[in-house]
């Protein structure tokens, strides 16, 4: 499984932006998630959405962010409004692809796309 983000760029506060994750493979089913990683900071979590469509979001972008799901086209999305210097960050793709057994449970990635917020 590969997954690949886009839609990164220079945008100024204020400003949106739309992120894409293509996945190579089925996502049906799958909790499909955005995290982000700031330069000398641990990689912490945006916004997730379940196999069934449940969601929630880190609180610092709880409004601003939507996070959404296309099955049929094996793409998750993540919609950037009120952007903030705060948020610049690398922007990471995520599928986690449960098993019945925990101790099988894989997780995959993406080269991350980045998101500068100008002031």
């Known amino acids: 499984v590969q997954l690949q983000a886009s839609g990164g760029g220079l945008v100024q506060a204020g400003g949106s932006l739309r992120l894409s994750c293509a996945v190579s493979?089925?996502?049906?089913?799958?909790?499909m998630g955005w995290y982000r990683q700031a330069p000398g900071k641990e990689r912490d979590l945006v916004a997730r959405?379940?196999?069934?469509?449940?969601?929630n979001y880190a609180d610092s972008v709880k409004g601003r962010f939507t996070i959404s799901r296309e099955n049929a086209k094996n793409m998750v999305y993540l919609q950037m409004n009120s952007l903030k210097p705060e948020d610049t960050a690398l922007y990471y793709c995520h599928l986690h692809r449960a098993a019945l057994s925990p101790k099988y449970d894989m997780d995959y990635w993406g080269k991350g796309t980045l998101v500068t917020v100008s002031s």
């Open positions: 959405i379940s196999g069934i469509g449940s969601i």
């Open positions: 493979g089925n996502i049906f089913g799958h909790d």
